[in-house]
């Protein structure tokens, strides 16, 4: 099996146990890159915290809604 499709498949995985469980990389994403992709445990978990920056830098800061009680993204054109 080729090593993308290796990652592919933790991907898929990783994204299908956070949506239904509510669990992401530390519990699916870290152990599959440490068994079945051959990474060290430091590079699985760099791995896991580097998937986290792209929806960081993607969100635009202007559909940031802060209040009093939340923190909520809400997209622009919903505000007054």
């Given amino acids: 099996m080729p090593f993308w499709l290796i990652l592919v498949v933790i991907g898929l995985l990783g994204g299908f146990a956070a949506g239904i469980f ?3 990389g530390g519990i699916v994403i870290v152990p599959a890159l440490i068994y079945w992709a051959g990474f060290t445990q430091h590079k699985a978990t760099g791995t896991s915290l580097a998937v986290l920056l792209p929806p960081l830098v993607w969100q635009p800061p ?4 802060v209040t009093a009680t939340s923190m909520s993204a809400q997209p622009s054109s919903s505000r007054p």
């Fill in 22 to 24: 509510g669990v992401g």
């Fill in 62 to 65: 202007s559909s940031i809604t």
